[in-house]
DNA sequence: CTCCGTTGTTGAAGCGCTCCAATCATTGTG
DNA sequence: CACAATGATTGGAGCGCTTCAACAACGGAG
């Protein structure tokens, strides 16, 4: 930086301000600076910005596992909202371990970001709070009643809501629910399924699973073999809706000819043609941008008090939805 | 810091020893400075660190989408060897956008991160050259013939040559291939497949594409309707053989009863027991390892010199590909 | 009892930037 | 023509850490 202040012929104060596009640099020397800095191939350094400015200008992102084609939409959104308040992004992803998933919380703190963005964070809510005494904080599909840290969820109850209208208006009433215990918004989608049958006067029927496709495979297996008649499931992600799918293929079941299949995320596999599953969007991208509008509130708004957002989901009628044959 | 020298009784240059675990520090010293520093929840800055020490301990990893399931076993890999090795990873991505791939370079360096790795880039070549003379570089998934960046790769020529090879020994001759012309190692892929076409004297057949499912579609529909036989198709990557599966089964025709089908990548989405796609698995945990050895190299072992590695694919066999209906 | 090698500890000098108060140059006003 | 007002520029202090030469304390060898 003293490189460049000599061969511009001016001092470092105003290199820093003609870099920064100051608006009380002189045109000529604007000019001067920058050619200088282009000739010398100047690069700021942004540890020492950082430092002496004491703001990064930074969000951190946590994402729990970047393997879940669920997130990249997430980050999508916080991306182009960030980009447009001006903050860069820091992503991390702590691949579902737990303790990572601190470290790296706590990486971000070292490195003063201005805010943290945790997606789907599965760590304890101790950590989060204790983390969120240095910096803001807000949790995207994670609910959590918090009031030191910001939530921006979809309606899940919503959601399983519009899934069991749209199948009981093709004329089902065996609906079967492959639930996600442990996953984020499972116990809500669960509570909208089964209110939303019993305001229809249909009885529940719930199978455990998980938010994998073996979890599918395994529910459907015992749904199918239960006994109780079932013309359509509604799984409580895609991924289990594509062990039920592929469970229902290998008994020679049709879908949606014998059996209606919903899931719920809409993530890129169940828009593909192949698959063309009926589900819930939880217009991700919205999610991601309402989490930095959130932080940005706080950050430069000056808010404090919590903040819980839940925004409403929308089912996308596929293909693998139709009247249940009886009525076919 | 100066709060926590004060209360541990001890110099600010100790706490700094001890919180960093020198081995010059006694052991009374050390745990009242841990406790000192636990007990203010005293958070060392990491900016004021970098700055001082002159190197960041980081590697910036730049994916080119993060929408694209391929990347994230990679990442996965790279993790795993950044932490054994000591080093933190600071993620970005720049979906698909040329200019932000360059600008996120940009911050890498700006940022003093100590190596970057960028998986698949798409960029020009003289940014990542010029970029290159400020912080070591790895190139993974993307080759490029340069003496100053390391390259990592797998070997699509021999990939294509596993494929051909299966579907020969299958007894299929009548082989398509639905190339992948832009993306990284479409060239490649097509290059072992015309070559490997040839040696067993069979005639290549090859359709256009990109590595979308909608150029699957496309090309499917093309090849099918192009009134050469066709028994089996290779596509350039599980994506587009996602949109030629969907055409077979639009058609009626059965995989792999009546046509073979082969994918490139072993996605999760090959995986899914739905699809059961057979494809190739370019190991890219190890594609990630290696770049972070390559990056090692450069950093703590002094090397200079460019580096590119090609790493052997492997064959992944599920369940579309068996033999053409007439030896059946 | 002195001298020296260890081990543990410290003060002070930066790292490369931002920011503030102070300075200088210029223009407009009565 | 002096004086204030405005705009452009600068020197220097300071951000929170690391590093290094220098120093204190201490036991063992001569």
Known sequence: MDDVARRAGVSRALVSLALRGSDKVSPA???????????????????ARNLASKRTSTFGVLINDLHNPYFPAVVDGIKRAADEAGYRLVINSAFLDEDAEVAAIDAFVEFR???????????????????????????????LASDVVDTINNDDHLG?????????????????????????????????????????GLEPHIQPGAFTEASGVDAAERALDDGRPVTAVF????????????????????????????????????ALRHIALTTVDQNRQRLGALAVEALL????????????????????????????????
């Open 29 to 47: 020397s604007r000019a001067a600076v920058e050619r200088a800095a282009s000739e010398l191939g100047y690069r700021p350094n942004l540890n």
């Open 113 to 143: 970001v201005d805010g943290v963005i945790l997606v789907g964070a599965r760590c304890g809510a101790a950590a989060i709070e204790r983390a969120a005494q240095a910096v803001p904080i807000v949790l995207v599909s994670r609910p």
């Open 235 to 270: 799984a409580g992600n895609d991924l289990s809706a594509l062990g039920v799918l592929d469970v229902l293929d290998g008994r020679g079941l049709a879908v949606p000819g014998d059996v209606s299949l919903v899931g719920y995320d809409n993530t890129f596999v169940a």
């Open 160 to 200: 399983a809501q519009l899934v069991v209208e749209h199948l009981v208006s093709l004329g089902h009433e065996h609906v079967c629910h492959v639930e996600g215990v442990t996953g984020a918004g499972g116990p809500e989608r669960r509570a909208g399924y089964v209110e939303t049958m019993e305001r229809h």
């Open 297 to 328: 509130e706080r950050v430069e708004g000056g808010r404090t008090t919590a903040r819980h957002e839940v925004i409403p989901p929308e089912l996308v009628v596929r293909e693998t939805t139709g009247p249940p044959r009886s009525l076919g």
